[in-house]
């Protein structure tokens, strides 16, 4: 069985208050940290909730990161889902907590579609 992608699940805790209702500062982490695993951005949507809060998707041809921020807990959920072979999600999570500055942060990785390998067949 080979996955089609990984997903990685980013847990930042007890971060800066101020920067997690930023929403120009998290779309600049966000943009870092893609460019820096090597994903080609798409496209971007972030939005910012009153009284606080905020949300940013970047689409990536690889697939997808994401971050949703509590100022109010101090806490910030990130995805990074790639797949191929030439993204490093690893380097994206990098950024991420040396950015948010967590004082802990915990990270889970998913493999996604999960498939069976078929041999090529050729004629």
Request: charged share 20%; aromatic share 6%; proline share 4%.
């Amino acid at each position: 069985m080979d996955a089609l992608g990984i997903h990685l699940l980013l847990e930042l805790n007890e971060c800066d208050h101020v920067l997690l209702n930023d929403l120009p500062a998290i779309r600049d982490i966000m943009l870092d940290a893609a460019r820096t695993a090597g994903a080609t951005v798409l496209g971007e949507s972030f939005h910012h909730f009153s009284p606080q809060g905020v949300s940013g998707i970047l689409v990536i041809a690889e697939s997808h990161l994401s971050v949703h921020t509590w100022p109010e807990h101090g806490y910030a959920g990130a995805d990074i889902f790639t797949c191929g072979t030439t993204v490093l999600p690893e380097k994206a999570v990098d950024v991420l907590v040396e950015r948010f500055a967590p004082k802990t942060h915990s990270l889970v990785q998913v493999f996604r579609g999960m498939v069976a390998v078929k041999e090529k067949v050729t004629g």
